[in-house]
Protein backbone atom coordinates (compact mmCIF):
# COMPACT_ATOMS: atom_id res chain seq x y z
CA UNK A 1 0.00 0.00 0.00
CA UNK A 2 0.94 3.57 -0.39
CA UNK A 3 -0.45 5.81 1.47
CA UNK A 4 -1.25 9.29 -0.68
CA UNK A 5 -2.62 12.77 0.12
CA UNK A 6 -6.12 13.46 -2.38
CA UNK A 7 -6.80 16.77 -4.18
CA UNK A 8 -10.29 17.12 -6.11
CA UNK A 9 -10.59 20.36 -8.92
CA UNK A 10 -14.07 20.79 -10.65
CA UNK A 11 -16.46 23.63 -11.16
CA UNK A 12 -19.12 24.06 -8.31
CA UNK A 13 -20.95 26.41 -6.75
CA UNK A 14 -18.93 26.35 -3.72
CA UNK A 15 -15.23 25.35 -3.75
CA UNK A 16 -12.01 26.66 -1.52
CA UNK A 17 -11.59 29.64 -4.25
CA UNK A 18 -15.46 31.04 -4.57
CA UNK A 19 -18.21 29.57 -7.14
CA UNK A 20 -16.25 28.49 -9.87
CA UNK A 21 -13.51 26.23 -11.08
CA UNK A 22 -11.05 25.40 -8.16
CA UNK A 23 -10.18 23.21 -5.37
CA UNK A 24 -12.98 21.72 -3.67
CA UNK A 25 -11.13 19.26 -0.95
CA UNK A 26 -7.49 18.58 -0.44
CA UNK A 27 -5.45 16.39 2.26
CA UNK A 28 -4.18 18.66 5.49
CA UNK A 29 -0.40 17.24 3.92
CA UNK A 30 -1.05 17.84 0.49
CA UNK A 31 2.49 19.58 -0.75
CA UNK A 32 2.49 23.31 -1.53
CA UNK A 33 5.16 23.21 -4.34
CA UNK A 34 2.97 20.94 -6.09
CA UNK A 35 0.08 23.49 -5.87
CA UNK A 36 -3.05 23.57 -3.83
CA UNK A 37 -4.82 26.40 -5.94
CA UNK A 38 -6.68 26.95 -9.59
CA UNK A 39 -3.60 29.22 -9.98
CA UNK A 40 -0.74 27.14 -9.29
CA UNK A 41 -1.79 23.73 -10.07
CA UNK A 42 -0.99 24.50 -13.86
CA UNK A 43 -1.32 21.80 -16.61
CA UNK A 44 -2.11 19.42 -13.77
CA UNK A 45 -5.94 20.80 -14.08
CA UNK A 46 -5.79 21.23 -17.67
CA UNK A 47 -9.34 20.47 -19.68
CA UNK A 48 -9.05 17.54 -22.37
CA UNK A 49 -11.21 16.17 -24.87
CA UNK A 50 -11.94 13.05 -22.81
CA UNK A 51 -10.83 10.93 -19.74
CA UNK A 52 -6.84 11.15 -18.83
CA UNK A 53 -4.80 9.60 -16.73
CA UNK A 54 -1.70 8.80 -15.59
CA UNK A 55 1.55 9.27 -13.23
CA UNK A 56 3.79 11.56 -13.31
CA UNK A 57 7.25 12.49 -12.01
CA UNK A 58 7.69 15.70 -9.88
CA UNK A 59 10.67 17.10 -7.48
CA UNK A 60 10.06 14.98 -3.95
CA UNK A 61 7.63 12.26 -5.07
CA UNK A 62 4.92 11.30 -7.67
CA UNK A 63 1.59 12.44 -8.86
CA UNK A 64 -1.42 10.58 -10.29
CA UNK A 65 -4.22 11.42 -11.83
CA UNK A 66 -7.04 11.45 -13.65
CA UNK A 67 -8.95 14.01 -15.39
CA UNK A 68 -12.81 13.34 -16.68
CA UNK A 69 -15.76 14.91 -18.40
CA UNK A 70 -18.39 15.98 -15.55
CA UNK A 71 -21.14 16.89 -17.28
CA UNK A 72 -22.45 20.25 -15.93
CA UNK A 73 -21.45 22.84 -13.32
CA UNK A 74 -23.39 23.86 -10.44
CA UNK A 75 -24.63 26.30 -12.47
CA UNK A 76 -25.98 24.69 -14.86
CA UNK A 77 -23.33 25.45 -17.40
CA UNK A 78 -21.94 22.48 -19.86
CA UNK A 79 -17.95 21.69 -20.36
CA UNK A 80 -16.97 21.28 -16.60
CA UNK A 81 -14.65 18.70 -15.78
CA UNK A 82 -13.07 17.11 -12.44
CA UNK A 83 -9.20 16.24 -11.51
CA UNK A 84 -8.57 13.67 -8.96
CA UNK A 85 -4.81 14.03 -7.86
CA UNK A 86 -3.15 11.41 -5.80
CA UNK A 87 0.44 12.64 -4.13
CA UNK A 88 3.06 10.29 -3.18
CA UNK A 89 5.86 11.64 -1.55
CA UNK A 90 7.80 8.11 -1.80
CA UNK A 91 8.21 8.15 -4.98
CA UNK A 92 6.49 3.95 -4.62
CA UNK A 93 4.04 4.42 -7.27
CA UNK A 94 4.06 2.59 -10.98
CA UNK A 95 2.48 2.72 -13.52
CA UNK A 96 0.79 -0.34 -13.05
CA UNK A 97 -0.49 0.50 -9.86
CA UNK A 98 -1.96 3.42 -11.57
CA UNK A 99 -3.59 1.59 -14.15
CA UNK A 100 -5.29 -1.18 -11.54
CA UNK A 101 -6.37 1.37 -9.32
CA UNK A 102 -7.97 3.13 -12.00
CA UNK A 103 -9.78 -0.23 -13.20
CA UNK A 104 -10.46 -0.40 -9.82
CA UNK A 105 -12.66 2.52 -9.19
CA UNK A 106 -9.76 3.90 -6.86
CA UNK A 107 -10.26 7.57 -8.98
CA UNK A 108 -13.11 9.69 -8.40
CA UNK A 109 -15.98 10.30 -11.60
CA UNK A 110 -17.42 13.17 -9.82
CA UNK A 111 -17.74 15.17 -6.55
CA UNK A 112 -20.86 13.97 -4.46
CA UNK A 113 -24.09 15.90 -4.16
CA UNK A 114 -23.25 16.67 -0.30
CA UNK A 115 -19.67 17.46 -0.80
CA UNK A 116 -18.48 20.33 1.14
CA UNK A 117 -15.18 22.27 0.86
CA UNK A 118 -12.73 20.74 3.34
CA UNK A 119 -8.95 21.16 3.43
CA UNK A 120 -9.26 17.81 5.66
CA UNK A 121 -9.80 15.01 2.26
CA UNK A 122 -8.64 11.89 3.86
CA UNK A 123 -5.31 10.09 2.74
CA UNK A 124 -6.16 7.22 0.51
CA UNK A 125 -4.28 3.66 0.62
CA UNK A 126 -3.45 2.81 -3.33
CA UNK A 127 -2.53 -0.96 -3.57
CA UNK A 128 0.75 -2.38 -4.97
CA UNK A 129 -0.82 -3.63 -7.83
CA UNK A 130 -0.90 -7.37 -8.18
CA UNK A 131 -0.44 -9.00 -11.79
CA UNK A 132 -3.23 -9.47 -13.79
CA UNK A 133 -2.29 -10.32 -16.76
CA UNK A 134 -4.96 -12.80 -19.14
CA UNK A 135 -3.59 -15.32 -20.77
CA UNK A 136 -2.11 -14.46 -23.93
CA UNK A 137 -2.54 -15.52 -27.78
CA UNK A 138 0.47 -16.46 -30.37
CA UNK A 139 -1.63 -13.21 -31.75
CA UNK A 140 -1.27 -11.24 -28.73
CA UNK A 141 2.41 -11.62 -28.44
CA UNK A 142 3.39 -10.76 -31.66
CA UNK A 143 1.31 -7.79 -31.34
CA UNK A 144 2.74 -6.66 -28.70
CA UNK A 145 6.47 -7.28 -29.02
CA UNK A 146 6.99 -3.80 -30.69
CA UNK A 147 5.29 -1.96 -27.49
CA UNK A 148 7.51 -4.15 -25.26
CA UNK A 149 10.38 -3.29 -27.21
CA UNK A 150 9.53 0.08 -27.08
CA UNK A 151 9.68 0.64 -23.66
CA UNK A 152 12.67 -1.54 -23.07
CA UNK A 153 14.77 0.58 -25.89
CA UNK A 154 14.08 3.87 -23.64
CA UNK A 155 14.85 2.12 -20.37
CA UNK A 156 17.68 0.96 -21.69
CA UNK A 157 18.36 4.58 -23.26
CA UNK A 158 17.97 5.83 -19.75
CA UNK A 159 15.37 8.37 -21.24
CA UNK A 160 12.90 8.73 -24.62
CA UNK A 161 9.76 9.27 -25.20
CA UNK A 162 7.37 6.29 -25.88
CA UNK A 163 3.90 6.03 -27.83
CA UNK A 164 1.62 3.01 -27.79
CA UNK A 165 -1.73 2.39 -28.92
CA UNK A 166 -4.49 2.30 -26.66
CA UNK A 167 -5.68 -1.53 -27.82
CA UNK A 168 -4.15 -4.36 -30.02
CA UNK A 169 -6.07 -5.30 -32.92
CA UNK A 170 -7.62 -7.71 -31.37
CA UNK A 171 -8.78 -5.50 -28.51
CA UNK A 172 -6.35 -6.42 -25.59
CA UNK A 173 -5.46 -3.04 -23.51
CA UNK A 174 -1.80 -2.57 -24.35
CA UNK A 175 -0.44 -0.15 -21.15
CA UNK A 176 -1.91 -3.11 -18.78
CA UNK A 177 -0.03 -5.58 -20.78
CA UNK A 178 2.80 -3.59 -21.00
CA UNK A 179 3.09 -3.01 -17.28
CA UNK A 180 1.76 -6.20 -16.55
CA UNK A 181 5.00 -8.00 -18.14
CA UNK A 182 7.59 -5.63 -17.25
CA UNK A 183 8.86 -6.49 -13.90
CA UNK A 184 7.71 -3.42 -11.75
CA UNK A 185 11.38 -2.17 -10.10
CA UNK A 186 12.52 -1.91 -14.84
CA UNK A 187 9.55 -0.09 -14.61
CA UNK A 188 9.98 2.80 -11.41
CA UNK A 189 11.59 4.92 -13.52
CA UNK A 190 8.55 5.07 -16.04
CA UNK A 191 5.91 8.11 -16.50
CA UNK A 192 2.70 6.69 -17.68
CA UNK A 193 0.22 9.49 -19.45
CA UNK A 194 -3.16 8.04 -21.14
CA UNK A 195 -5.23 10.21 -23.40
CA UNK A 196 -3.44 12.91 -23.31
CA UNK A 197 0.31 13.95 -24.89
CA UNK A 198 0.52 16.55 -22.45
CA UNK A 199 3.67 16.23 -19.70
CA UNK A 200 4.67 19.51 -19.36
CA UNK A 201 6.33 19.38 -15.69
CA UNK A 202 6.94 15.63 -15.92
CA UNK A 203 10.44 15.08 -14.73
CA UNK A 204 10.63 11.39 -15.46
CA UNK A 205 13.47 10.33 -17.65
CA UNK A 206 10.63 7.91 -19.35
CA UNK A 207 7.57 8.64 -20.81
CA UNK A 208 5.11 6.68 -22.05
CA UNK A 209 2.10 8.20 -23.86
CA UNK A 210 -0.91 5.92 -24.68
CA UNK A 211 -3.28 6.65 -27.19
CA UNK A 212 -2.16 9.84 -28.51
CA UNK A 213 -0.11 11.55 -31.24
CA UNK A 214 3.09 11.31 -29.07
CA UNK A 215 6.03 10.72 -31.40
CA UNK A 216 8.60 7.65 -30.27
CA UNK A 217 12.42 9.12 -29.71
CA UNK A 218 14.08 5.65 -29.33
CA UNK A 219 14.04 2.63 -31.82
CA UNK A 220 14.64 0.04 -30.47
CA UNK A 221 17.62 -2.83 -31.65
CA UNK A 222 17.37 -6.44 -32.13
CA UNK A 223 17.88 -6.73 -28.52
CA UNK A 224 15.10 -4.87 -27.22
CA UNK A 225 12.94 -7.08 -29.39
CA UNK A 226 14.65 -10.52 -28.48
CA UNK A 227 13.54 -9.27 -24.89
CA UNK A 228 10.34 -7.86 -25.44
CA UNK A 229 9.41 -11.56 -27.23
CA UNK A 230 11.15 -13.56 -24.54
CA UNK A 231 8.89 -11.51 -22.08
CA UNK A 232 6.06 -12.28 -24.06
CA UNK A 233 6.32 -16.12 -24.69
CA UNK A 234 7.78 -16.59 -21.34
CA UNK A 235 4.03 -14.58 -19.77
CA UNK A 236 1.73 -16.45 -22.59
CA UNK A 237 3.44 -19.69 -20.34
CA UNK A 238 2.30 -17.90 -17.02
CA UNK A 239 5.78 -17.25 -16.47
CA UNK A 240 6.69 -13.69 -15.26
CA UNK A 241 10.10 -12.20 -14.10
CA UNK A 242 10.29 -11.33 -10.66
CA UNK A 243 8.79 -7.92 -9.79
CA UNK A 244 12.19 -6.86 -7.86
CA UNK A 245 14.44 -6.89 -11.06
CA UNK A 246 15.20 -3.21 -11.45
CA UNK A 247 18.26 -3.91 -14.38
CA UNK A 248 18.59 -5.09 -17.75
CA UNK A 249 21.44 -7.60 -16.90
CA UNK A 250 19.37 -9.66 -14.65
CA UNK A 251 16.23 -9.68 -16.99
CA UNK A 252 18.55 -11.00 -19.61
CA UNK A 253 19.85 -13.57 -16.92
CA UNK A 254 16.24 -14.49 -16.36
CA UNK A 255 15.39 -14.69 -20.03
CA UNK A 256 18.38 -16.08 -21.69
CA UNK A 257 20.11 -18.34 -19.70
CA UNK A 258 18.94 -21.66 -20.78
CA UNK A 259 19.57 -20.23 -24.38
CA UNK A 260 23.05 -19.25 -23.37
CA UNK A 261 24.02 -22.66 -21.70
CA UNK A 262 23.78 -23.84 -25.61
CA UNK A 263 25.90 -21.44 -26.68
CA UNK A 264 29.72 -21.51 -27.82
CA UNK A 265 31.36 -20.91 -24.37
CA UNK A 266 33.65 -18.34 -26.10
CA UNK A 267 30.77 -16.63 -27.85
CA UNK A 268 29.64 -15.66 -24.52
CA UNK A 269 30.04 -11.65 -23.05
CA UNK A 270 30.81 -11.13 -19.62
CA UNK A 271 27.43 -10.32 -18.46
CA UNK A 272 26.26 -13.57 -20.04
CA UNK A 273 28.70 -15.60 -18.34
CA UNK A 274 27.63 -13.80 -14.93
CA UNK A 275 24.08 -15.15 -15.70
CA UNK A 276 25.12 -19.08 -16.67
CA UNK A 277 27.59 -18.88 -13.57
CA UNK A 278 24.76 -17.56 -11.49
CA UNK A 279 21.88 -19.90 -12.77
CA UNK A 280 21.02 -23.69 -11.78
CA UNK A 281 22.25 -25.00 -14.46
CA UNK A 282 25.93 -23.41 -13.52
CA UNK A 283 27.46 -27.16 -12.39
CA UNK A 284 26.11 -29.01 -15.64
CA UNK A 285 27.94 -26.05 -17.50
CA UNK A 286 30.69 -26.25 -15.87
CA UNK A 287 31.13 -30.10 -16.94
CA UNK A 288 32.74 -28.81 -20.21
CA UNK A 289 36.30 -28.38 -20.19
CA UNK A 290 36.03 -25.68 -22.80
CA UNK A 291 33.29 -23.64 -20.75
CA UNK A 292 35.54 -23.76 -17.68
CA UNK A 293 38.81 -22.32 -19.54
CA UNK A 294 36.42 -19.73 -21.27
CA UNK A 295 35.12 -19.02 -17.75
CA UNK A 296 38.48 -18.80 -16.12
CA UNK A 297 39.91 -16.68 -19.02
CA UNK A 298 37.36 -13.92 -18.62
CA UNK A 299 37.67 -14.15 -14.99
CA UNK A 300 41.12 -13.21 -14.37
CA UNK A 301 40.11 -9.59 -16.03
CA UNK A 302 36.44 -9.09 -14.64
CA UNK A 303 35.93 -9.23 -11.03
CA UNK A 304 32.18 -10.12 -11.08
CA UNK A 305 32.76 -13.13 -13.47
CA UNK A 306 35.61 -14.49 -10.83
CA UNK A 307 33.37 -14.23 -7.67
CA UNK A 308 30.63 -15.57 -9.68
CA UNK A 309 32.92 -18.70 -10.85
CA UNK A 310 33.98 -19.50 -7.18
CA UNK A 311 30.78 -18.84 -5.76
CA UNK A 312 29.40 -21.50 -8.66
CA UNK A 313 32.55 -24.11 -7.83
CA UNK A 314 31.96 -23.84 -4.52
CA UNK A 315 28.03 -24.76 -4.97
CA UNK A 316 29.32 -28.05 -7.01
CA UNK A 317 32.64 -29.44 -6.07
CA UNK A 318 33.06 -31.70 -8.62
CA UNK A 319 33.29 -29.07 -10.81
CA UNK A 320 35.67 -28.29 -9.06
CA UNK A 321 37.79 -31.06 -8.39
CA UNK A 322 37.32 -31.50 -12.14
CA UNK A 323 39.06 -28.44 -12.65
CA UNK A 324 41.65 -28.52 -10.12
CA UNK A 325 42.81 -32.04 -11.92
CA UNK A 326 42.72 -29.93 -15.30
CA UNK A 327 45.18 -26.95 -13.80
CA UNK A 328 47.12 -29.57 -12.15
CA UNK A 329 47.98 -31.32 -15.40
CA UNK A 330 48.60 -27.83 -17.28
CA UNK A 331 51.24 -26.97 -14.66
CA UNK A 332 52.59 -30.30 -14.70
CA UNK A 333 52.92 -30.78 -18.99
CA UNK A 334 54.72 -26.88 -18.36
CA UNK A 335 56.88 -28.56 -15.67
CA UNK A 336 58.11 -31.29 -17.85
CA UNK A 337 57.79 -29.04 -21.39
CA UNK A 338 61.02 -26.75 -19.39
CA UNK A 339 58.95 -23.82 -18.88
CA UNK A 340 60.44 -21.55 -16.36
CA UNK A 341 59.58 -21.14 -12.80
CA UNK A 342 57.19 -17.95 -13.67
CA UNK A 343 55.51 -19.65 -16.57
CA UNK A 344 54.04 -22.29 -15.02
CA UNK A 345 50.32 -21.96 -14.81
CA UNK A 346 49.00 -21.76 -10.75
CA UNK A 347 44.97 -21.84 -12.22
CA UNK A 348 42.27 -20.37 -10.82
CA UNK A 349 42.10 -22.95 -7.91
CA UNK A 350 45.72 -21.88 -6.61
CA UNK A 351 47.39 -24.67 -6.84
CA UNK A 352 50.02 -24.67 -3.89
CA UNK A 353 53.84 -25.61 -4.46
CA UNK A 354 52.82 -28.35 -1.64
CA UNK A 355 50.43 -29.96 -3.97
CA UNK A 356 52.60 -29.27 -7.31
CA UNK A 357 55.88 -30.86 -5.51
CA UNK A 358 53.23 -34.01 -4.68
CA UNK A 359 52.16 -34.16 -7.86
CA UNK A 360 55.61 -34.01 -9.77
CA UNK A 361 57.40 -36.66 -7.22
CA UNK A 362 54.17 -38.78 -7.93
CA UNK A 363 55.00 -38.45 -11.99
CA UNK A 364 58.53 -39.59 -10.96
CA UNK A 365 57.66 -42.16 -9.24
CA UNK A 366 55.38 -43.43 -12.10
CA UNK A 367 58.45 -43.34 -14.28
CA UNK A 368 58.25 -40.34 -16.14
CA UNK A 369 61.47 -38.17 -17.17
CA UNK A 370 62.26 -34.47 -17.60
CA UNK A 371 63.27 -33.62 -20.81
CA UNK A 372 64.86 -30.42 -19.42
CA UNK A 373 65.79 -29.28 -16.28
CA UNK A 374 64.36 -25.58 -16.65
CA UNK A 375 63.67 -23.62 -14.15
CA UNK A 376 60.30 -24.75 -12.58
CA UNK A 377 61.17 -28.20 -12.38
CA UNK A 378 64.86 -27.36 -10.89
CA UNK A 379 62.57 -25.39 -8.41
CA UNK A 380 60.35 -28.19 -7.72
CA UNK A 381 63.28 -30.38 -7.22
CA UNK A 382 64.94 -28.45 -4.63
CA UNK A 383 61.46 -27.71 -2.67
CA UNK A 384 60.49 -31.89 -2.81
CA UNK A 385 63.72 -32.76 -1.49
CA UNK A 386 63.22 -29.90 1.58
CA UNK A 387 59.31 -31.40 2.01
CA UNK A 388 60.94 -33.81 2.08
CA UNK A 389 60.07 -35.89 -0.72
CA UNK A 390 61.71 -38.81 -2.64
CA UNK A 391 63.40 -37.54 -5.85
CA UNK A 392 65.71 -40.34 -7.58
CA UNK A 393 68.73 -37.98 -9.46
CA UNK A 394 70.30 -40.41 -11.10
CA UNK A 395 66.97 -41.53 -13.00
CA UNK A 396 65.39 -37.78 -13.07
CA UNK A 397 66.71 -36.91 -16.73
CA UNK A 398 69.08 -36.79 -19.52
CA UNK A 399 69.71 -33.18 -19.55
CA UNK A 400 72.72 -33.92 -17.33
CA UNK A 401 73.87 -30.80 -17.49
CA UNK A 402 70.72 -28.80 -16.26
CA UNK A 403 71.12 -31.29 -13.41
CA UNK A 404 74.74 -30.47 -12.88
CA UNK A 405 74.19 -27.01 -12.80
CA UNK A 406 71.02 -27.50 -10.22
CA UNK A 407 73.20 -29.90 -8.20
CA UNK A 408 76.00 -27.47 -7.87
CA UNK A 409 74.09 -24.34 -7.02
CA UNK A 410 71.30 -25.60 -4.39
CA UNK A 411 73.03 -27.63 -1.56
CA UNK A 412 69.81 -29.64 -0.45
CA UNK A 413 70.27 -31.25 -4.10
CA UNK A 414 74.06 -31.78 -3.96
CA UNK A 415 73.48 -33.40 -0.64
CA UNK A 416 71.06 -36.06 -1.97
CA UNK A 417 72.88 -36.76 -4.99
CA UNK A 418 75.97 -37.30 -3.14
CA UNK A 419 73.72 -39.86 -0.72
CA UNK A 420 72.48 -41.69 -3.82
CA UNK A 421 76.26 -41.55 -5.99
CA UNK A 422 77.48 -43.16 -2.52
CA UNK A 423 74.40 -45.76 -2.82
CA UNK A 424 74.86 -46.99 -6.06
CA UNK A 425 75.32 -50.42 -7.02
CA UNK A 426 75.20 -50.87 -10.75
CA UNK A 427 76.45 -47.55 -12.41
CA UNK A 428 74.00 -46.62 -15.23
CA UNK A 429 75.74 -45.56 -18.20
CA UNK A 430 74.96 -41.97 -17.80
CA UNK A 431 76.87 -41.82 -14.76
CA UNK A 432 80.64 -40.41 -16.57
CA UNK A 433 78.50 -37.80 -18.67
CA UNK A 434 76.83 -36.62 -15.18
CA UNK A 435 80.16 -36.73 -13.26
CA UNK A 436 81.59 -34.91 -16.82
CA UNK A 437 78.82 -32.20 -16.49
CA UNK A 438 79.27 -32.01 -12.23
CA UNK A 439 83.42 -31.14 -13.01
CA UNK A 440 82.66 -28.49 -16.42
CA UNK A 441 80.71 -26.57 -12.83
CA UNK A 442 82.76 -26.88 -10.32
CA UNK A 443 86.35 -29.31 -10.54
CA UNK A 444 85.70 -29.62 -6.70
CA UNK A 445 82.94 -32.05 -7.21
CA UNK A 446 85.96 -35.29 -7.57
CA UNK A 447 86.90 -34.67 -4.65
CA UNK A 448 83.49 -35.27 -3.79
CA UNK A 449 82.06 -38.01 -5.62
CA UNK A 450 85.47 -39.54 -6.92
CA UNK A 451 86.42 -42.02 -4.62
CA UNK A 452 82.47 -43.58 -4.70
CA UNK A 453 82.69 -44.38 -8.61
CA UNK A 454 84.59 -46.95 -10.11
CA UNK A 455 87.93 -45.78 -11.80
CA UNK A 456 86.48 -46.08 -15.32
CA UNK A 457 83.55 -43.89 -14.58
CA UNK A 458 86.41 -41.71 -13.12
CA UNK A 459 88.49 -41.55 -16.13
CA UNK A 460 86.07 -41.21 -18.42
CA UNK A 461 84.42 -38.11 -17.04
CA UNK A 462 88.30 -36.57 -16.80
CA UNK A 463 88.82 -36.02 -19.79
CA UNK A 464 85.67 -35.02 -21.31
CA UNK A 465 85.21 -32.42 -18.76
CA UNK A 466 89.02 -31.49 -19.62
CA UNK A 467 88.53 -31.15 -23.62
CA UNK A 468 85.33 -28.35 -22.70
CA UNK A 469 86.82 -26.29 -19.62
CA UNK A 470 89.18 -23.07 -20.50
CA UNK A 471 92.49 -23.42 -19.81
CA UNK A 472 92.34 -21.87 -16.08
CA UNK A 473 89.58 -24.22 -15.29
CA UNK A 474 91.79 -27.56 -16.52
CA UNK A 475 94.76 -26.18 -14.56
CA UNK A 476 92.16 -26.01 -11.56
CA UNK A 477 90.66 -29.83 -12.20
CA UNK A 478 94.50 -31.10 -12.68
CA UNK A 479 95.72 -29.79 -9.72
CA UNK A 480 92.35 -30.98 -7.53
CA UNK A 481 92.98 -34.47 -9.13
CA UNK A 482 96.52 -34.61 -8.20
CA UNK A 483 96.07 -33.70 -4.71
CA UNK A 484 92.94 -35.56 -4.00
CA UNK A 485 92.98 -38.85 -1.71
CA UNK A 486 93.57 -40.85 -5.43
CA UNK A 487 96.54 -39.13 -6.67
CA UNK A 488 99.39 -41.26 -7.35
CA UNK A 489 97.54 -42.54 -10.39
CA UNK A 490 98.72 -40.12 -13.06
CA UNK A 491 95.27 -39.09 -13.86
CA UNK A 492 95.91 -34.89 -13.42
CA UNK A 493 98.12 -35.60 -16.38
CA UNK A 494 97.16 -38.76 -18.62
CA UNK A 495 93.39 -37.76 -18.17
CA UNK A 496 93.59 -34.05 -17.85
CA UNK A 497 96.30 -32.23 -19.12
CA UNK A 498 97.32 -34.10 -22.00
CA UNK A 499 93.77 -35.47 -23.11
CA UNK A 500 92.68 -31.50 -22.71
CA UNK A 501 93.39 -30.47 -26.39
CA UNK A 502 94.86 -27.40 -25.20
CA UNK A 503 97.97 -25.82 -27.04
CA UNK A 504 101.26 -27.18 -25.71
CA UNK A 505 102.60 -23.90 -24.17
CA UNK A 506 99.67 -23.79 -22.49
CA UNK A 507 100.38 -27.85 -21.41
CA UNK A 508 103.65 -26.64 -20.24
CA UNK A 509 102.87 -23.59 -18.66
CA UNK A 510 100.53 -25.22 -16.04
CA UNK A 511 103.08 -28.17 -15.69
CA UNK A 512 105.67 -25.64 -15.22
CA UNK A 513 103.76 -24.10 -12.41
CA UNK A 514 102.66 -27.66 -10.57
CA UNK A 515 105.54 -29.88 -11.60
CA UNK A 516 106.08 -31.50 -7.94
CA UNK A 517 102.34 -32.17 -7.48
CA UNK A 518 101.54 -33.30 -10.73
CA UNK A 519 104.94 -35.27 -10.42
CA UNK A 520 103.86 -36.89 -7.33
CA UNK A 521 100.58 -37.81 -9.01
CA UNK A 522 102.33 -39.31 -11.95
CA UNK A 523 104.23 -41.83 -9.61
CA UNK A 524 108.29 -39.96 -9.39
CA UNK A 525 110.35 -40.16 -6.02
CA UNK A 526 110.29 -37.45 -4.42
CA UNK A 527 113.96 -36.49 -4.64
CA UNK A 528 113.71 -37.22 -8.37
CA UNK A 529 111.16 -34.77 -8.97
CA UNK A 530 112.99 -32.28 -7.03
CA UNK A 531 116.04 -32.73 -9.47
CA UNK A 532 113.89 -32.93 -12.21
CA UNK A 533 112.40 -29.57 -11.04
CA UNK A 534 115.19 -27.50 -10.25
CA UNK A 535 116.99 -28.93 -13.65
CA UNK A 536 113.89 -27.62 -15.98
CA UNK A 537 113.13 -24.65 -13.58
CA UNK A 538 110.09 -25.67 -12.44
CA UNK A 539 108.20 -24.58 -8.97
CA UNK A 540 106.75 -26.90 -6.78
CA UNK A 541 103.83 -25.59 -7.14
CA UNK A 542 104.13 -22.31 -7.71
CA UNK A 543 105.14 -19.90 -10.82
CA UNK A 544 108.11 -20.54 -12.54
CA UNK A 545 109.93 -17.85 -14.01
CA UNK A 546 108.54 -16.56 -16.96
CA UNK A 547 111.87 -16.50 -19.17
CA UNK A 548 112.92 -20.13 -18.05
CA UNK A 549 109.19 -21.59 -19.34
CA UNK A 550 110.09 -23.80 -21.42
CA UNK A 551 107.44 -26.03 -24.37
CA UNK A 552 107.90 -29.99 -24.52
CA UNK A 553 109.70 -29.89 -21.01
CA UNK A 554 106.75 -33.10 -20.79
CA UNK A 555 106.24 -35.38 -23.56
CA UNK A 556 102.36 -34.98 -24.37
CA UNK A 557 100.67 -38.34 -24.73
CA UNK A 558 99.28 -40.04 -27.89
CA UNK A 559 95.53 -39.85 -28.09
Request: proline share 6%.
Amino acid sequence: MTTCAQLVYTSASRTLEGPGFGVVQLSPDWPAEVGDSRATLGPLISLGTGESFGLRHAAGGRIAYRAVPAGTDAFGRPGNHLVHLLWDGGGRLTPRDVLAFRSGGGFLDGLPAEAEPSREMPVVEVPAARRSLSALTADDVDALVPCVALVLAAVAAGAGVVGLPARTAAGRDVAEAVFDVLPRALASAVALHVGTASATGDAAPVRVHVGSDAPNDVVPDGQDTARARALLEAAAKKELCSDNVRKLETLDRWLFTDTWTGLDPASLTPTQLLGVLESEKAGWWLSSPDAVDVACAVAASAPQVEAALRTALERHPDAWDRLRDRELDAALTAVFSGAGKADVPSGFTGLTRTELCEAFTAELARGRRLPEVGGAAAALVEESMALPHPVALLELTDDLAGLARLATSRPVVREALVREWAGVDEWPASSSSLLGHLLLEDPEWFLTLGGSAPSSVVRAALPWAAERLATSMVERLAVTVAASELAGQGWALRDVLFRSGLPEEEVAAIVARNFLLLAGDDGWPGEVARLAAGALGAGSGGEAAEGRRKTGIWPRRRR
